[in-house]
Each structure stands twice: as C-alpha cells, then as structure tokens.
C-alpha cells in the first residue's frame, strides 16, 4: 500500500507492522440474546523483510490455520438443536452503504422456488484450479473471457457479476435476517459459517464461468499468497485489462514483508466460534479468517477510497476479481489443513453445523439451498488444487531473544507493567501485564488432551473502524517483535463494516507451542504484552487471564 496508518502508540513501530499477521477473534453483536431457558452447556464435538531469503515460518501458519497454536473453547452454554437456516432472500432489507455513490441497495434477484443441491455426477471432470502465478496463457484466456462475460450480463441475471458481488454484500453486512429472528442479522463470517459459505459460493461463481464459455473444466485461479513465490499480486490482477482490474486500481505489488500464514490442531480454533439459529452474529472468527484473510482484505483495499473500497470494506469487496482468488486460497487452507499430517484435524461433527443451510444462484439461474454438509469434500464437489510447494510446513519461529539475553537485560531495566487490577484499560499506548498460569510445566499427554490459551476479554470497538493491534508473549514492550518470532502469539483485526457501533468481544489465542518454543512452559507467570496498530485509542480491553480447554 502506499500510505501508512498512523500507530496509536508511543514507541516508534515500523511501517509494516500492519502487513498480515495471525489472530484470533470472536465479536458479539449489538443486539441482545434472546432469553432461553436453562439449557446445560452441550460440548460442542468436532465435535529480514524479503521472504525470498526469510520465508513464512511453520508456525506463522499455524497460527493462521488454526493448528500448532490455534485453540479455543469447545463448549457454547446456549448450544441447543437448532442449525442456521436460509434467509428469506424476497425479505433483503436495503441498508446504508458507505458508499456516496452507491448508498442504499446490495440485494441480489430474488425467487421463491428453490431447489436443494445435488453433486455432480462422479463422471464430471475434475476442476483443477491453478496458482495464479503460474497460470498458462491458455487458462488466463479463459480466465478474462468468462469474466468478460460474466460482466456484459444484465445486472438482473443473477449469474451477472454484480448480482454475484451482490450475494457477498447481503450475506455480509446485514440486508438479510435469521429465518424466526427478524431482530437478528445474518452474518455468515465470525463463526463457523465462515469457510463453509465461502466455498459455496465460490462453487457456483466458478461454475457459472465454466458454463459462459462452455467448458466444464474451468477452474478459478488461487492466489498463493502463503508462499514466497506467490506473495506478489498476481499479475493477471496488474494487466490494464479492465475485466480484471478494479475500478480503484491503486495495487500493492508484493507481499513480501507479510510473515504468512496458517495452521491449528484444535477444530473450532480453526473454524470459528459456533453460531446457531437464535445466536448473535458473529460469536468469533477462526485463525485462518481473522488472519490471514481479514489482513489480505484490508491490505488490498485502496488506501485513496474513503472506506477502502473495494477489497477493504465489506459491502464492495466482491466486487474486486481478486476477491475470488483471494478466496480461492482460503478455501484451499481449509483442504491443506485435513492433509497435515498430526494433530486432530477433521470436520465439525456437531449436526447444527452440518446442517445450517445458505441459497445460491448456479450456473442455470436457479436457486439452490446448500447445507454445510454438501461442501465438505472437494473430491465430490469435484474440484482440486494445483500441487504447489508449502515452505510455511518445514520452517521453524526462532525466539527473538535467548532466556539468557532476556535475563541479563531484565536485570538491566524494569518493565513497567500495568496490573490486572487496572483493567479495563484502553489501548492508546502499549500495554504489558503479568499473567498468572494455573498449571506449568505439563506432560506430552496434557498438552494433547488440553491447549493451553491466552484469552483476551472484553475487547469493545467501533465496528465501522480499522482496528489492529498485536499479542506478544514474554517480548520486550519497547521493541516488539513481528509474527517471524515465536514471541508473536496473534493479532486482532477488524475490517470495516457498514455499523456505526460498538462491538465487544473476546479473542483467543493458543499457546501450547509458543511456550515450548520459548522455553517458558516452567514459568509461573508470563509477561503479555498488547501492541495497537491502528485505532487503539478506541480500544479498550477487559482483562487477560491464561486457560485450559479440552482439544
């Protein structure tokens, strides 16, 4: 981007540190939970800057995919039999978009007669979708020629690519409300909607190009951004070609200072928080939405547009082409995640998840229900990815500093730190603070059976806002380190939304492996530090205590 962002801080902190990094958040809506009866709490079963030389580290990623770090509750105390259901689509409530050109409108077509999901036949060809870097010219013609033609549809055809754009929006920043709960918006990201949506809808984009031009075969290209090779913008994005390029055509050319990217062991750390008919929006993102893909979205958006349009703002990012590979490799985090070996690594068993359900148009212009159930293998959805190399899995995080040099400079100069007892607090400068652990130095079956998470509590922000800031563990506050060192346990971010309000919500990092990496796992204590990025001054932050939850 060529603009920086002012920090909200009194340490001098470098422009990349809002490049992408890894954290972990869940956010609770304004509006307030229904009352329920008593119901017991069900668990929930799943169930240096040039990455040419200084790749992605292993652990970088899973901090993202939700693996080595990656971890969360597995118990919801309102969880109840009661999976999300479509939307009344005939029902899209115009809503307020930031836009002065565009104000009100991002409903797509509407239709009441709908059809339930059929995969396709096992005799379909195989849609391999390639990396954008190495896209042949072959596949790049067929590429702007099914986008061509996506645009010159009428933007009443719901196979159009406003219309598509479009079921991005409403699905995204409120026009739709829960089926029985006409109070309560429908947001399917912050939970475990989230890498199921997406896949959904980009099966049907991706089809309806392959049926514009007649080839069954077509696939989207993904954006390998967790690799260096792949870290700058595609250039099939950077061509005057104008089906490809946004209207705001300010682009990053490389991402090479990003420290990327993904992957988790515990389940729902890497899905999101569950989220069920009844449920305020939102309850929490997964590690691989919160970062990396909440930081491409904001990284990509063009920092000359009011509100970042078109990727750095919810409502227009559907609208950019890069959205779609950006999400293509999101969707490709979650297949990787199931093939790595070790760990517990397998789908949501939970029946409200496999059972919620969302509408998309296909490439007939019919509409069609979907449950979370349909989209979990992409061999029957008949889709794969090219093979390409993942240097994130066999690089390591290495300390900043050794115990020793902490020790000695320790004992050289004091921390200031600011006690629990002083929270809530507000994150307009950095802020530091000792963490009791209720249990140190564990065996290799306890750290299986339990990830050890540093929670942050009551996280309350403007909604509407860019919002960053970073989580650092036993660090040095007056030279905080980035997501290359094993210090860095995570980031908050907030994309902007349309809503001019507060948000409150807790996030939740896993430490399990920070901890051995430092060598801390001894420790009584460990010192927690809180970097704002961007907005801190209206931030304001609970508390912070350390846990045990079951994987």
Same mark, same amino acid.
């Given at each position: ?72 509750? *597995? ?26 050109? #565009? ?52 933007? #009443? ?10 079921? /991005? ?50 696939? *989207? ?16 994005? *950077? ?7 946004? !209207? ?39 590690? %691989?939405?919160?970062?990396? /893909?909440?930081?491409?979205? %904001? ?22 082409? %890069? ?69 994130? *899995? ?82 040095? !506050? ?32 896993? %430490? ?40």
């Amino acid at each position: 981007m060529a603009s920086c962002i002012s920090l909200s801080s009194s340490i001098p902190l470098a422009a990349s540190s809002f490049l992408p990094s890894f954290p972990k958040t869940h956010r609770v809506s304004r509006v307030k939970k229904p009352n329920r009866p008593n119901i017991p709490i069900v668990s929930c079963k799943s169930g240096k800057n040039d990455h040419e030389q200084n790749p992605a580290t292993r652990r970088d990623l899973l901090i993202g995919l939700g693996g080595l770090y990656g971890a969360t509750s *597995l118990s919801d105390p309102f969880a109840y039999a009661n999976p999300i259901a479509p939307p009344d689509i005939t029902q899209c409530e115009l809503v307020p978009l930031p836009s002065e050109s #565009d104000p009100s409108n991002c409903c797509p077509p509407t239709s009441t007669k709908i059809k339930n999901f059929e995969f396709p036949s096992a005799s379909t060809p195989m849609r391999i979708r390639p990396a954008a870097h190495l896209i042949d010219k072959a596949s790049l013609a067929k590429y702007a020629k099914a986008i061509a033609l996506m645009k010159s549809l009428p933007d #009443d055809d719901p196979r159009s690519f406003k219309s598509q754009a479009n079921v /991005h929006c409403a699905y995204c920043d409120g026009a739709y409300h829960q089926a029985g709960f006409p109070d309560l918006e429908l947001q399917i990201h912050f939970s475990w909607l989230f890498f199921p949506w997406h896949r959904a809808y980009l099966y049907y984009f991706e089809r309806i190009l392959g049926k514009l031009i007649d080839d069954p075969t077509f696939a *989207l290209p993904f954006w390998n951004w967790d690799a260096p090779a792949g870290m700058q913008m595609p250039a099939i994005l *950077l061509t005057p070609n104008h089906h490809f390029m946004t !209207p705001f055509a300010t682009r990053i050319t490389n991402l090479r200072h990003c420290k990327w990217c993904p992957v988790p062991r515990s389940l729902l750390s890497f899905f999101g928080k569950p989220y069920r008919a009844g449920d305020d929006p939102s309850p929490g993102m997964g590690t %691989i939405e919160t970062t990396p /893909h909440t930081q491409i979205h %904001i990284w990509t958006g063009d920092p000359n547009q009011t509100k970042g349009e078109n990727m750095g703002n919810f409502y227009s990012a559907g609208r950019d082409p %890069i959205f779609y590979c950006h999400h293509s490799n999101v969707d490709r985090m979650w297949d990787l995640w199931k093939k790595i070996p070790g760990g517990k690594r397998k789908d949501i068993e939970d029946t409200d998840w496999l059972n919620s359900e969302f509408l998309f148009w296909d490439e007939n212009k019919e509409l069609v229900r979907v449950k979370v159930k349909d989209t979990l293998d992409t061999k029957k959805l008949r889709y794969g990815f090219q093979d390409v190399p993942i240097p994130w *899995l066999k690089t390591k995080a290495t300390p900043k500093l050794t115990r020793q040099e902490k020790s000695r400079r320790s004992a050289k100069k004091s921390v200031v730190l600011t006690p629990i007892s002083a929270f809530p607090v507000v994150l307009d400068k950095v802020i530091s603070v000792e963490v009791s652990r209720p249990k140190k130095s564990r065996s290799a079956t306890e750290k299986e059976d339990e990830d050890e998470v540093l929670v942050i509590e009551g996280i309350e922000y403007e909604e509407n806002q860019l919002i960053k800031f970073d989580v650092l563990v036993n660090d040095e !506050p007056d030279s905080p380190g980035g997501p290359d060192k094993s210090e860095f346990a995570g980031s908050f971010v907030n994309v902007p939304h349309k809503h001019a309000k507060k948000s409150k919500t807790t996030m939740v990092l896993g %430490i399990t492996g920070l901890l051995e990496d430092l060598e801390a796992e001894g420790d009584d204590t460990l010192v927690v530090t809180l970097v704002p990025r961007s907005a801190g001054d209206s931030v304001t932050v609970a508390n912070v205590k350390i846990e045990f939850v079951a994987d």
